[in-house]
């Protein structure tokens, strides 16, 4: 019973990161992109000042002003599955 109660509670957990990903703008902030990745903000910036560097690291962003990055959510996507391992 205690199996059934952790499952339970496991997909209610899902069902509720599914509903805010469905939520999530266009535009995605650095955060709210980390949050679609289920990811943290420290790593999507690692990810970028590789990018920068020439290396093929995280999705692709937007660099909108010195202080404001943002994440295409099909960029985001599109980026995600192409690191699907068949």
């Given amino acids: 019973m205690e ?3 952790q499952e339970i509670r496991a ?3 899902e069902v509720r990161s599914l509903q805010v990903k469905q939520t999530l703008p266009d535009l995605m ?3 709210q992109c980390a949050e679609y990745l289920n990811r943290s903000e420290e790593v999507l910036y690692l990810w ?3 990018r920068n560097a020439g290396q093929d690291s995280g ?3 937007l660099h909108i002003s010195s202080r404001t990055i943002l994440y295409d959510r099909e960029d985001v996507l599109a980026w ?3 690191h699907r391992v068949n």
């Fill in 3 to 5: 199996d059934l109660t």
């Fill in 11 to 13: 997909l209610r957990e």
């Fill in 29 to 31: 902030t650095p955060a």
């Fill in 48 to 50: 970028r000042k590789e």
């Fill in 59 to 61: 999705p692709p962003f």
């Fill in 80 to 82: 995600a599955r192409s």
